[in-house]
């Protein structure tokens, strides 16, 4: 076949070739990057490739991620947590992620001074403290969102602790968070961006946790009865001492708010079953 690359359809049609290539390089890569890593043992919440800027996938070691360039936020985390994962390190500082794509506005620990909100880790600082490297990884900004103080220091970190004690009674569990919604209040009253407009405050939190009676136990070990724990908690002011149980909520609820489809490696009618039920 003759290419006639000279003009305009002969361009064209190299363009879709590449394009063409490029996405069934993507679809190949994306179950095998899924399968590798623990952190995605339940499935991968969206479509997030390497491909797309609203729904970009970060792999790390201790972590996977799918982070929007354009709301300058992560869309969500996924990551297992056992004994392993958990040490004594002190915090590390907040970096901007500087292996984002060439282009990309890297947030920056600055944007958020003086907004009246947190600096809010997806991945807890707390349950990635055993090594220097770990320890940095949840500091990237790519790991980071606004979250309203009452909201981060209250329901939301006792929620954390919780997680951790149960992991410190031998428990291994697999956590999936991320924010949702447009707009939240901090200690400045409602805003629907900070840092000059690039990045976007959600209207709520949300965290799904699935507890596994001991590590390693593998996907098989989950039933119907494996205990869920599911809460949407508001982007907002004046919560700080609620109970995270307030917040409790159905698993099917957040993949209505979120349009994500979570435990998607589960077989249906287990899958079903834990979205359902009101969480533990
Ligand atoms: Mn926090
Ligand atoms: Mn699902």
Redo the contacts with the bound molecule.
């Keep these: 076949m003759k290419l006639p690359l000279g003009n305009r359809t002969g361009r064209l049609l190299l363009g879709s070739m590449i394009v063409i290539l490029l996405s069934s390089c993507t679809a190949l890569l994306n179950p095998i990057v899924g399968q590798s890593s623990p952190h995605l043992m339940l499935g991968k919440p969206s479509n997030a490739t390497h491909f797309n800027a609203k729904d970009y996938l970060i792999v790390r070691s201790q972590y996977v991620l799918s982070y929007n360039r354009d709301r300058g936020i992560p869309n969500w985390a996924s990551w297992q947590l056992n004994q392993s994962w958990l040490g004594d390190l002190p915090r590390a500082s907040f970096t901007a992620d500087s292996e984002l794509p060439q282009g990309w506005y890297q947030v920056e620990p600055n944007d958020y001074t003086g907004s009246g909100f947190?600096r809010?880790?997806l991945v807890?600082?707390a349950d990635r403290n055993r090594t220097e490297s770990d320890s940095r990884s949840v500091f990237l900004m790519t790991n980071i969102l606004p979250?309203a103080p009452d909201n981060?220091?209250g329901p939301?970190?006792r929620l954390?602790s919780y997680c951790r004690d149960k992991v410190r009674q031998g428990k291994e569990l697999y956590v999936i968070a991320g924010g949702v919604g447009e707009g939240g209040s901090g200690l400045k009253g409602k805003r629907a961006t900070i840092g000059k407009g690039k990045i976007a405050v959600p209207a709520a939190l949300w965290k799904i946790v699935v507890v596994l009676d001991r590590p390693g136990s593998g996907i098989e070990s989950i039933t119907a009865q494996t205990p869920v724990i599911a809460v949407l908690v508001p982007n907002q002011q004046g919560l700080k001492e609620s109970s995270w149980q307030l917040y409790r909520t159905s698993i099917d609820a957040i993949e209505q708010q979120t349009g994500y489809d979570f435990l998607s490696n589960l077989p249906e009618p287990i899958q079903a079953s834990l979205e359902a039920k009101k969480s533990a």
């Design positions: 947190d809010g880790h807890p600082a979250q981060n220091q939301w970190e954390e």
